[in-house]
């Protein structure tokens, strides 16, 4: 069952990126055409360089693409000013990088706090968010512990962790298994399943086929473009208390 809804939460139109200039240019993102509802998992695959990473930057308001339009929200990330941009993507928008991101000088939990605290919550909330966040991906009792303390398998938890301690509304995934062993990828789709709320996006890239079984939707790109569509009958269920339940 998804938990799908009518509201487009993403949606790009003619959208484009290029690289460089003249004989150098680079198009990595070729006119597309996008419609993601609320709530839907979205798995995109295709070879390295066809774009994907292009196309997150783009839908997470990273980056600008050079023509057509992309909508978060409603709200066209094309026209909006830098500091309306940098607000949308600390409240709207999470990333999980294939290379974790964690800030090196903060423990485990530090990183998961620190990133609940701009949503605009009490301190205390966001620490109790962090632990309940921590407790479900288990980091094996290593919260207090420095990023360079934990295995891959442990970082990315903990960025999966941090990703969403904001409750956002979209959750960009870039590889995120990209650079944990055999055994460890298995783990990572399970953590969607289990942590992402009703209503809550995400748009994961993957070349992990196990991943893209648990999506809503696949869809595969070639040079920048899609190449194919394919609907999957997929399922998520939120077990995690909400901001609104924590706040005392
Ligand atoms: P993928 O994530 O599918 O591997 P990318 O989105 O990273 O693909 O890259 C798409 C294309 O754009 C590739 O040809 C890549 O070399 C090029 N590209 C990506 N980022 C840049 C950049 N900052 N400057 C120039 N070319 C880039
Ligand atoms: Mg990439």
């Not at 066809?50 to 839908?59: E, I, N, P, V």
């Amino acid at each position: 069952m998804s938990n799908a809804t009518d509201t487009p939460v993403l949606r790009a139109r003619g959208s484009r990126k290029e690289y460089g200039k003249g004989d150098g240019m680079v198009r990595a993102v070729d006119d597309v055409d996008l419609d993601i509802a609320a709530g839907e998992t979205v798995a995109i695959m295709g070879p390295s360089g066809c774009g994907k990473s292009t196309l997150l930057y783009l839908l997470g308001g990273l980056d600008r693409p050079t023509s057509g339009e992309v909508e978060l929200d409603g709200r066209c990330v094309d026209d909006i000013g830098e500091k309306a941009l940098a607000r949308m993507r600390r409240t709207d928008v999470s990333y999980i990088f294939q290379s974790f991101h964690l800030m090196e000088e903060l423990t485990a939990a530090e990183n998961v706090e620190l990133s609940a605290l701009p949503a605009g919550h009490s301190p205390r909330a966001a620490r109790r968010r962090a632990e309940q966040l921590l407790e479900q991906v288990r980091p094996a009792g290593r919260t207090g512990f420095l990023p360079s303390a934990l295995s891959g398998d442990q970082r990315q938890r903990v960025a999966v962790a941090r990703a969403l301690s904001n409750e956002p509304s979209v959750v960009l995934a870039d590889e995120p298994t990209g650079n944990l062993d055999g055994a460890a990828t298995l783990d990572v789709p399970q953590l969607f399943e289990t942590l992402h709320e009703p209503g809550q996006t995400l748009v994961i890239v993957t070349h992990d086929s196990r991943i893209a079984a648990t999506a809503d939707r696949l869809i595969s790109m070639r040079d920048g473009a899609f190449v194919d569509e394919t609907s999957l009958t997929g399922g998520t269920t939120g077990r995690l208390g909400t901001f609104a339940e924590l706040e005392d």
